[in-house]
């Protein structure tokens, strides 16, 4: 009979819900647009640190190396449905317009490249899965229930888009509809809030299933590149002038 894993005190899972949000607040408010990258990254490699400090092991993290090609299996599955979700969103003409955020738009071939190769897969994905499905979720899984602890994750994914909303307002279509009313884009804050916990709580869902990290990266990967791409096509339909 396995022994049962420790359980991790709550001071734990206060301490790493604040490293996350002092993270959160200095990659959007602190540092500059250029450094968001490594601080994804510094943010997902110190909330690993500290989940190995206290006791979660690689397989509490779903980073167990034996379970990756039960991630990547899983990971390309559920890409599927997501990809042609993006691509139903494009075709409706209601919906298309908000793809066409004027930073997708405006980009140029190599900040295209830049994006859909690296900051998205890497910078964003990898760093995102590791810090919530990752370190976070492994925390609140030795504390939790498995459900509460993907509950919380998904949360936590939502709350961390607050600020990166705030700032986006001014570029995405969405701002033009909500306006200058401070209610109304109090209710697009929340609305992808909400919306992005669910993605959260939907890709913790996909780590438990596939007991792997790399299933969440896979999929959160191809949620935002196809989303991306999406923007551009959606541009060329609305004949918009895409970046050189």
């Known amino acids: ?36 990258i490594p601080a994804n990254l510094g943010a997902a490699g110190l909330l690993t640190w500290f989940a190995r400090r206290e006791g979660a092991t690689w397989s509490d993290m779903g980073m167990e190396p034996s379970k990756l090609p039960s991630g990547i299996k ?19 003409p209601a919906t298309r317009q908000f793809f066409a955020d004027e930073q ?10 830049f994006e859909v190769l690296f900051k998205i ?33 998904g949360l936590m994914y ?17 701002g033009n509809v909500v306006g200058s009313s401070t209610l109304a884009k109090t209710g697009v804050v929340g609305g992808i809030v909400l919306l992005t916990a669910a993605a959260g709580y ?10 792997s990290v790399a299933a969440p990266v896979i999929a959160h990967t191809a949620l935002n590149v196809s989303a991306y791409l999406g923007g551009r096509v959606a541009a060329g339909v609305l004949g918009i002038s895409l970046g050189p």
């Open 74 to 92: 899983w990971g390309l599955k559920a890409s599927v449905p997501i990809v042609a979700v993006v691509a139903v969103g494009v075709a409706i």
């Open 104 to 113: 997708i738009v405006g980009a140029s071939t190599g900040d295209v490249l």
């Open 158 to 174: 939502g709350l961390w888009h607050v600020l990166p909303t705030i700032n986006q307002l001014d570029t995405n279509p969405a």
């Open 121 to 153: 897969p890497i910078g964003t994905a990898l760093a995102e899965e590791i810090l919530f499905r990752g370190a976070l979720l492994g925390i609140f899984e030795r504390r939790r229930s498995r459900r509460v602890a993907d509950a919380l994750s």
């Open 1 to 36: 009979m396995s022994k049962r894993p420790k359980r991790l005190p709550a001071k734990v899972s206060v301490a790493a819900i604040a490293l996350t949000a002092a993270a959160n607040i200095a990659a959007n408010r602190l540092l500059p647009p250029g450094a968001a």
């Open 202 to 211: 939907g890709f913790a869902l996909l780590r438990d299933k596939s007991e």
